[in-house]
C-alpha cells in the first residue's frame, strides 16, 4: 500500500480544477482558458511523476485500499500495472493538447465557455480513476459516470444534429452499462456464496466460478465493453458522434474515452473470466476481422471528413480487439501500444481537420481542394497524421499493427491474412482523403483558407514528435507493457505457441 495517495491525487486534480472553473466568472474568458490549460499541464506533470516511479514487472503499484461501501463489499481501491499507466499518461497528455487547440470551440454552445473546460477537466479525472481502479463497483461506477461529461460536451458544443447525436451515445452506451451492471451482481453473488462478498480484482481473480456462470458474466462484461470499443455491430453511434461533436471533444471520445472498452477487456474479461475469454475468442476475433474491414470499406465510401476517421477507429480497434483475443504476448502488447498509439494519430487527425474545417465551414471532402498551396504547414502534419493512421513503416501505428498481426499469425494465419487487407485499405482511404482535399488545382472558393497560426502548430506538435519518436523507438512504453501482458496471460492460463523448427534444422545443430 502507499503511504501517500498519489492516484486519487491525480484523479482529483482535474476534478477539483473543474469545480474551480466552473465558478470563476463567465466573462472572465482571459481568465478561464488559461487556468484549466494550467490544471491539465499540472495533472500531466503529477502523471509524469507517477511514470518516473513506477518500476515494469512488479505488479499494481501506488496502491490504495479503503472500505466504501461494506455490505456490498465495495472498496475505494486503486492501483496501476503497465496498461493502466499507458492509457493514463494517453489521456494525462491528450487532455493539455485538446484544450489548447479547443481555445474558442466552447464559445458558441449552449452553456458557457466554463462549463465547456469543466467538462474537459472532469472527463479527465474520471478516465483516470477508470485507469486506476482496482475494485469491480468502483470501475462500474466510475465508467458510467465518464458518460455524463462527454455527453454534455456533444449535446451542448457540437453540430446542427448535436442532440440526436448526443442521445444515440447515451443510449447505447446505458444499454452497455445495464448489462454490465448485472454481471456485477452476479460477481457479488458468487463472491458471497464462497465467503465475504468482494469486489476486489485481487479476490475476484481467486474465486472459483463455474463454466456456464463465467460465460454469462463475461457476456455481460464484453457487450459492455464492446459497445465502448466500439465494434461492429454496435458501432453506429460512433460516426454520428464524432461527426457532430467539437474536434477535441471527439479526441477524449475516441482517443481515450474509447478506449475504456480494450482496457476493459484486458482487465476484466480475460483476468476474472478465463475460461470464457477462450471460449468466445473465435467469435470475438471473427467479429474483430469483420470490423477491421467493414470500417475500412466505410471509410473509403465517406465524403464527410469526420465521419471518415470515425470509421478507420472502428477498423482500428478490429485490431487491438484481435490481438487481446490472440492470446499472446506479442498480440497483446501490441494491441496496448496501438491503444496509445492510434489515440496519438486519431488525435492529430481530428484536430487538423477540425482546423480546416473551421477555416472553410464545411466537413465534405468534395467541397476542398489544392490546400496544400496555401496552407502548407497544415498539409504537411495533416499528411503526417493520415500516414501514421495508414501505419506508414518509421511511424508511431506501424510498431503497434505489426507486433498485432505477428502475434495473431502464431494463433489464426487465416484472421490475420484477412486483417492485413485493411492495411490496404487503410492506405487506400487516407491517401484519397489526402489527394482531394489538398493537391490539385486550388478551388476559388478555398482561396482564403489560411494556415496554422503558432497556437495551432503548438497544439499538433507534441503529437507529431510522439508520432514520429514511437515510431523508431517504442521500446520505452513496451518495457512497461509487456511484464503486465505477460502477467495477464498467466491468469488466462495461455502461453505463447512454441516456434516452428524443422527436424532437419535440429539435426544439423546436434553435436
Known amino acids: 500500500m502507499s503511504s501517500f495517495p498519489e492516484l486519487t491525487v491525480l484523479a482529483a486534480t482535474p476534478l477539483v480544477g473543474a469545480v474551480v472553473v466552473l465558478l470563476l466568472p463567465r466573462r472572465g474568458r482571459s481568465v478561464v482558458k488559461p ?57 494525462t497528455l491528450l487532455t493539455p493538447v485538446v484544450m489548447l487547440a479547443s481555445w474558442h470551440d466552447g464559445e458558441g454552445g449552449r452553456w458557457s465557455v466554463n462549463t465547456f473546460f469543466a467538462w474537459m477537466l472532469g472527463l479527465e479525472g474520471l478516465a483516470v480513476g477508470v485507469f486506476a481502479a482496482t475494485d ?88 459492455a465493453f464492446a459497445i465502448k470499443a466500439p465494434m461492429w455491430p454496435v458501432h453506429t453511434w460512433l460516426p454520428d458522434a464524432a461527426s457532430e461533436a467539437t474536434p477535441g471533444t471527439s479526441v477524449l471520445l475516441v482517443s481515450v474515452l474509447d478506449k475504456i472498452g480494450t482496457f476493459g477487456m484486458i482487465r476484466f474479461c480475460l483476468q476474472l473470466f478465463p475460461e470464457a475469454s477462450q471460449w468466445a475468442s473465435p467469435v470475438v476475433i471473427a467479429l474483430a476481422v469483420f470490423s477491421v474491414i467493414y470500417g475500412a470499406l466505410l471509410a473509403v465510401g465517406q465524403n464527410d471528413i469526420r465521419r471518415l476517421i470515425a470509421y478507420t477507429s472502428v477498423s482500428h480497434f478490429g485490431f487491438i480487439v484481435m490481438g487481446i483475443f490472440a492470446f499472446t504476448t506479442t498480440s497483446a502488447s501490441g494491441s496496448t501500444l496501438y491503444m496509445f498509439n492510434h489515440g496519438i494519430s486519431t488525435a492529430a487527425l481530428f484536430l487538423v481537420t477540425g ?135 498467466v491468469y488466462v492460463g495461455v502461453t505463447d505457441p512454441e516456434p516452428d523448427v524443422p527436424v532437419s534444422a535440429l539435426d544439423e545443430e546436434a553435436p
Open 35 to 91: 487556468m484549466a490549460l494550467g490544471i491539465s499541464v499540472l495533472t500531466l506533470a503529477l502523471a509524469g511523476v507517477v511514470a518516473a516511479r513506477y518500476e515494469p514487472g512488479a505488479g499494481f503499484q501506488f496502491s490504495e485500499e479503503h472500505d466504501w461501501i461494506s455490505v456490498f463489499g465495495a472498496h475505494y481501491a486503486l492501483g496501476v500495472d503497465g496498461i493502466g499507466l499507458t492509457l493514463i499518461l494517453l489521456t
Open 136 to 223: 469491480v463497483f468502483l470501475f462500474y461506477v466510475l465508467f458510467e459516470a465518464t458518460l455524463i461529461p462527454i455527453y454534455f460536451l456533444i449535446g451542448g458544443y457540437g453540430g446542427s444534429q448535436r442532440s440526436y447525436a448526443a442521445v444515440k451515445f447515451l443510449l447505447y452506451s446505458l444499454l452497455g452499462g445495464l448489462l454490465m451492471l448485472a454481471s456485477v451482481v452476479g460477481l457479488y453473488v458468487v463472491s458471497a456464496r464462497v465467503g465475504e462478498p468482494t469486489y476486489l480484482l485481487s479476490e475476484l481473480r481467486e474465486i472459483p466460478i463455474s463454466e456456464s456462470t463465467g460465460r454469462w458474466l463475461f457476456l455481460g462484461f464484453f457487450i
Open 355 to 489: 482546423f480546416l474545417v473551421s477555416r472553410h465551414g464545411s466537413k465534405m471532402i468534395s467541397d476542398y481542394g489544392g490546400v496544400q498551396k496555401i496552407a502548407p504547414v497544415l498539409a504537411g502534419l495533416f499528411l503526417l497524421a493520415g500516414l501514421s493512421s495508414l501505419s506508414l513503416p518509421g511511424l508511431s501505428t506501424f510498431v503497434s499493427e505489426f507486433l498485432v498481426l505477428a502475434g495473431t499469425f502464431t494463433h489464426s494465419v487465416p484472421a490475420a491474412v484477412v486483417a492485413t487487407l485493411g492495411i490496404v485499405l487503410a492506405a487506400l482511404y487516407i491517401l484519397l482523403m489526402y489527394q482531394r482535399t489538398m493537391t490539385g488545382p486550388l478551388r476559388p472558393d478555398n482561396a482564403g483558407i489560411r494556415d496554422l497560426n503558432l497556437r495551432e502548430v503548438g497544439a499538433l506538435a507534441p503529437l507529431a514528435v510522439l508520432i514520429l519518436a514511437l515510431g523508431f523507438f517504442p521500446r520505452p512504453l513496451l518495457d512497461v507493457i509487456e511484464p503486465t501482458v505477460s502477467e495477464t496471460l
